[in-house]
T-cell receptor
Framework: DGGITQSPKYLFRKEGQNVTLSCEQN?????MYWYRQDPGQGLRLIYY???????QKGDIAEGYSVSREKKESFPLTVTSAQKNPTAFYLC???????????????FGPGTRLTVT | DAKTTQPTSMDCAEGRAANLPCNHS???????VYWYRQIHSQGPQYIIH???NNETNEMASLIITEDRKSSTLILPHATLRDTAVYYC??????????????FGKGTKLSVKP
């Protein structure tokens, strides 16, 4: 089956610890994205990557870091600098990332992170 | 801020058509309108997209007004499983994050028996 996997589904951490969320896709997509969703809110873009070894900050990148060493993987690290890390984190991918072309993003099931 | 305006919530009777409106008065000529939906605690699911013409697929129909300032997503025969938050999105422009889909709060559609 082709798709996007995120693990784990639920994650608990203590304040002050860094935590890395996994995102893997086998759709052969070039572009990958990380979003954050807070209760009752829409999605906000954290980071995105259009190609391997390249990534850009989204709207709320502070306190987060990413890497894109492989096409199929785009892990997100929530650092201790992120002031309000508790949220639902969603990873997505798409064939490309060109504004003149239509495309759809495929989303993973999400990871719910709770930091206490 | 999101570039679209949607009602916060809507109800629909099971088996009837659900018509979800969206205003996007500042859309530019080369921006597409996308619709996604998110069932509780899951990742969003792509539904349909369009530029100028009306579009239809196995999930829904998209009606875009001639001036492109608004659109309507139509679920022809809503089922209980269509209960979800529906997001109307105008694809991000050329500046900054080109692929950014700006998700607002969407419309919470409740399909009732």
């Amino acid at each position: 089956d082709g798709g996007i996997t995120q693990s784990p589904k639920y994650l608990f951490r203590k304040e002050g610890q860094n935590v890395t969320l996994s995102c893997e896709q086998n759709l052969n997509h070039d572009a990958m994205y990380w979003y954050r969703q807070d209760p009752g809110q829409g999605l906000r873009l954290i980071y995105y990557s259009q190609i391997v070894n390249d990534f850009q900050k989204g709207d709320i990148a502070e306190g987060y870091s990413v890497s894109r060493e492989k096409k199929e993987s785009f892990p997100l690290t929530v650092t201790s600098a992120q002031k309000n890390p508790t949220a639902f984190y969603l990873c997505a991918s798409s064939i490309g990332d060109r504004p003149e072309e239509p495309y759809e993003q495929y989303f993973g099931p999400g990871t719910r992170l709770t930091v206490t | 801020d999101a570039k679209t305006t949607q009602p916060t919530s809507m109800d629909c009777a099971e088996g009837r058509a659900a018509n979800l409106p969206c205003n996007h008065s500042t859309i530019s000529g080369n921006e597409y309108v996308y619709w996604y939906r998110q069932i509780h605690s899951q990742g969003p699911q792509y539904i349909i997209h369009g530029l100028k013409n009306n579009e239809t697929n196995e999930m829904a129909s998209l009606i875009i007004t001639e001036d492109r300032k608004s659109s309507t997503l139509i679920l022809p025969h809503a089922t209980l499983r269509d209960t979800a938050v529906y997001y109307c999105i105008v694809k991000g422009g050329y500046g900054g994050s080109q692929g950014n889909l700006i998700f607002g709060k969407g419309t919470k559609l409740s399909v009732k028996p």
